[in-house]
């Protein structure tokens, strides 16, 4: 029955997704590591959602299939009770209470966490006593929050989980979710627009756009592939050399380069002694210019030119 | 611990539809409180029109003439709009708690059902306080009706009819909804004017035909418990149907 490979949790294989007019995902092939935590990226009407309603079952691929434990998810009892999906601009019954909709969550998943819910909802300040669809947009972002976190279902997607929150419930809820990750592995797949927010929760990127995958990498070796040079204007140019320049700004006489590709041992050395200063680059900047580049480009293999893989090579 | 040892193995495809069942009770004022209260309220207003009439004008009512009201019916246009309800709310959050199509659709017309028979039931409880008060001693009649009671199946007859013509609206209410989900609106207003044609042509014919004479007289051959039997048979048809639309709905806002 299972096919897929030991450690996989979702496997997405040629999918497309086409509507009338439109085509949401285009040939989506990518693999979704078992307990890991994901990042979706992508901008507005990338396809994030979807992808994600493809391999929850709620939507289906017009092509291609998707598995999830070896499996295919669409109305499949035994995957679907491990899966839980709750929607940016999710419904709920008419006229519900948090406690209704907490409730039912807690009669359909089999590892739901009264506790948790309880400690989530004070966390997050949900009015117990106002209607879901009377709240405000955060707050009805919790109630959704809440259902993911405490459904502990082996996959969970979180589907930009933050509208609407205010910087506090933000930092709650990532806090909240890596406390919760520790004490109980499971796949996290978020999806955002705002990269910098979740780039310190995840350790795999995929990156998404127009619904075709643009990038889909661990985070360390994302990272690894572009430097930040600061410093003299003909030190950096030298350690530059022929390296693709990113990003550039000048400050009188001193400038900031972003370049691809890792630096080698020696160069580092050289670094240092034309006293250069390597700041990591951030993870939005990155993939802002690795997608760009293969946009313009029109190259799907754009994005992932000029990397060093070699973990020797590589260096911060 | 990881949560997937701890998730429990394989277990039957069908072992979450009282979860499903449970979960169109979940908010209980939509199929239970807000119901009963147009079921009591639409009685009370009916008799209490009667009280008026009876006491404030010279009408009087007998058992030769009694007061007939039609106020049974409003807990059934109710609950239709509640079938509606529960296919563009409840079966959005079905989703998200990751119900299969097939078991949502199994657990909501399991409760559909069960409405449907407390619904029967409460008609038979009407119609007996009326009987045995005599309509209040006013001779108001809100559920015993002559046409409803007076044929082979009785009292019985009147409260099954009652809970499957129930139970056709629920599921008459519920596709409509569902199907808006499914399609798009243009879409929509076609079938509606495709269905519109259909019955104007039948119409149609049967005026040319001469025939509506057969139709109410094949009516008035029928029992309460026969047409009950038809009624379920349009009912189950339209359970498959609501399942076809739902197979391929999409849960989008």
Same mark, same amino acid.
């Given at each position: 029955?299972?096919?897929?490979?030991?450690?996989?949790?979702?496997?997405?294989?040629? =999918?497309?997704?086409?509507?009338?007019?439109?085509?949401?995902?285009?040939?989506?092939?990518?693999?979704?590591?078992?307990?890991?935590?994901?990042?979706?990226?992508?901008?507005?009407?990338?396809?994030?959602?979807?992808?994600?309603?493809?391999?929850?079952?709620?939507?289906?691929?017009?092509?291609?299939?998707?598995?999830? $434990?070896?499996?295919?998810?669409?109305?499949?009892?035994?995957?679907?009770?491990?899966?839980?999906?709750?929607?940016?601009?999710?419904?709920?019954?008419?006229?519900?209470?948090?406690?209704?909709?907490?409730?039912?969550?807690?009669?359909?998943?089999?590892?739901?966490?009264?506790?948790? /819910?309880?400690?989530?909802?004070?966390?997050?300040?949900?009015?117990?006593?106002?209607?879901?669809?009377?709240?405000?947009?955060?707050?009805?972002?919790?109630?959704?929050?809440?259902?993911?976190?405490?459904?502990?279902?082996?996959?969970?997607?979180?589907?930009?989980?933050?509208?609407?929150?205010?910087? =506090?419930?933000?930092?709650?809820?990532?806090?909240?979710?890596?406390?919760?990750?520790?004490?109980?592995?499971?796949?996290?797949?978020?999806?955002?627009?705002?990269?910098?927010?979740?780039?310190?929760?995840?350790?795999?990127?995929?990156?998404?756009?127009?619904?075709?995958?643009?990038?889909?990498?661990?985070?360390?070796?994302?990272?690894?592939?572009?430097?930040?040079?600061?410093?003299?204007?003909?030190?950096? /140019?030298?350690?530059?050399?022929?390296?693709?320049?990113?990003?550039?700004?000048?400050?009188?006489?001193?400038?900031?380069?972003?370049?691809?590709?890792?630096?080698?041992?020696?160069?580092?050395?050289?670094?240092?002694?034309?006293?250069?200063?390597?700041?990591?680059?951030?993870?939005?900047?990155?993939?802002?210019?690795?997608?760009?580049?293969? /946009?313009?480009?029109?190259?799907?293999?754009?994005?992932?030119?000029?990397?060093?893989?070699?973990?020797?090579?590589?260096?911060? | 611990?990881?949560?997937?040892?701890?998730?429990?193995?394989?277990?039957?495809?069908?072992?979450?539809?009282?979860?499903?069942?449970?979960?169109?009770?979940?908010?209980?004022?939509?199929?239970?409180?807000?119901?009963? %209260?147009?079921?009591?309220?639409?009685?009370?207003?009916?008799?209490?029109?009667?009280?008026?009439?009876?006491?404030?004008?010279?009408?009087?009512?007998?058992?030769?003439?009694?007061?007939?009201?039609?106020?049974?019916?409003?807990?059934?246009?109710?609950?239709?709009?509640? /079938?509606?309800?529960?296919?563009?709310?409840?079966?959005? $959050?079905? %989703?998200?708690?990751?119900?299969?199509?097939?078991?949502?659709?199994?657990?909501a017309f399991l409760a559909f059902a069960v409405v449907?028979?407390?619904?029967?039931?409460?008609?038979?409880?009407?119609?007996?306080?009326?009987?045995?008060?005599?309509?209040?001693?006013?001779?108001?009649?809100?559920?015993?009706?002559?046409?409803? =009671?007076?044929?082979?199946?009785?009292?019985?007859?009147?409260?099954?009819?009652?809970a499957v013509v129930n139970l056709m609206l629920m %599921?008459?209410?519920? $596709?409509?909804?569902?199907?808006?989900?499914?399609?798009?609106?243009?879409?929509?207003?076609?079938?509606?004017?495709?269905?519109?044609? =259909?019955?104007?042509?039948?119409?149609?014919?049967?005026?040319?035909?001469?025939?509506?004479?057969?139709?109410?007289?094949?009516?008035?051959?029928?029992?309460?418990?026969?047409?009950?039997?038809?009624?379920?048979?349009?009912?189950?048809?339209?359970?498959?149907?609501?399942?076809?639309?739902?197979?391929?709905?999409?849960?989008?806002?």
């Amino acid at each position: 029955m299972s096919q897929t490979a030991p450690g996989t949790a979702i496997e997405v294989r040629g =999918v497309t997704r086409r509507y009338r007019s439109t085509t949401a995902l285009d040939g989506v092939t990518v693999d979704f590591a078992e307990n890991m935590i994901h990042g979706l990226l992508g901008r507005n009407g990338a396809g994030k959602t979807s992808l994600m309603s493809v391999i929850t079952g709620q939507d289906w691929p017009t092509e291609g299939e998707v598995r999830i $434990f070896g499996q295919r998810p669409h109305e499949n009892e035994q995957i679907l009770p491990r899966i839980c999906f709750v929607r940016e601009e999710q419904r709920y019954i008419d006229d519900s209470l948090p406690k209704h909709a907490f409730a039912a969550a807690s009669r359909a998943f089999p590892n739901w966490d009264w506790d948790l /819910a309880d400690r989530l909802t004070e966390d997050f300040r949900v009015p117990k006593k106002t209607r879901i669809k009377k709240m405000s947009r955060g707050q009805r972002s919790a109630v959704g929050v809440i259902i993911g976190l405490a459904s502990r279902t082996e996959i969970t997607f979180f589907d930009e989980p933050y509208t609407g929150l205010d910087a =506090v419930a933000r930092q709650l809820f990532y806090d909240r979710l890596l406390e919760d990750y520790a004490e109980h592995p499971r796949t996290i797949v978020l999806s955002s627009h705002l990269i910098d927010e979740i780039a310190h929760l995840v350790e795999n990127v995929v990156v998404i756009d127009r619904g075709k995958i643009l990038l889909h990498e661990p985070v360390e070796q994302l990272r690894d592939r572009a430097v930040t040079l600061v410093g003299r204007q003909e030190a950096v /140019a030298e350690i530059a050399g022929s390296r693709e320049v990113l990003h550039q700004e000048q400050m009188g006489r001193i400038t900031r380069t972003t370049v691809l590709g890792a630096l080698t041992q020696a160069e580092v050395q050289r670094v240092r002694e034309l006293d250069l200063d390597l700041v990591p680059v951030s993870l939005q900047q990155l993939i802002v210019r690795l997608t760009t580049r293969q /946009a313009a480009s029109g190259d799907p293999d754009a994005a992932t030119a000029g990397t060093h893989t070699d973990p020797q090579e590589v260096t911060r | 611990m990881s949560v997937a040892a701890a998730q429990s193995s394989t277990q039957s495809s069908y072992a979450r539809i009282p979860a499903a069942f449970r979960l169109q009770f979940a908010v209980p004022s939509s199929l239970v409180w807000v119901p009963l %209260m147009v079921f009591a309220g639409a009685w009370a207003i009916a008799t209490g029109i009667a009280a008026w009439l009876t006491f404030q004008t010279e009408a009087t009512f007998t058992a030769a003439e009694p007061f007939y009201a039609g106020a049974s019916q409003a807990a059934m246009w109710c609950l239709l709009f509640m /079938a509606a309800y529960t296919a563009s709310h409840t079966f959005p $959050f079905s %989703m998200a708690l990751s119900y299969s199509r097939r078991v949502f659709v199994i657990g909501a017309f399991l409760a559909f059902a069960v409405v449907s028979a407390a619904y029967g039931i409460a008609f038979m409880f009407g119609i007996w306080v009326e009987r045995i008060t005599d309509g209040f001693g006013m001779h108001a009649y809100t559920f015993d009706l002559p046409f409803l =009671v007076q044929g082979e199946g009785g009292i019985l007859g009147a409260g099954l009819l009652a809970a499957v013509v129930n139970l056709m609206l629920m %599921m008459i209410g519920f $596709f409509w909804s569902i199907l808006y989900r499914r399609v798009s609106v243009p879409m929509l207003w076609t079938i509606i004017l495709v269905l519109a044609v =259909v019955t104007l042509a039948g119409a149609t014919l049967i005026n040319q035909a001469d025939g509506w004479g057969s139709i109410w007289e094949w009516f008035s051959r029928q029992t309460t418990l026969s047409l009950a039997g038809w009624t379920a048979l349009w009912t189950a048809i339209l359970a498959v149907l609501n399942y076809v639309v739902i197979r391929k709905a999409v849960p989008t806002p």
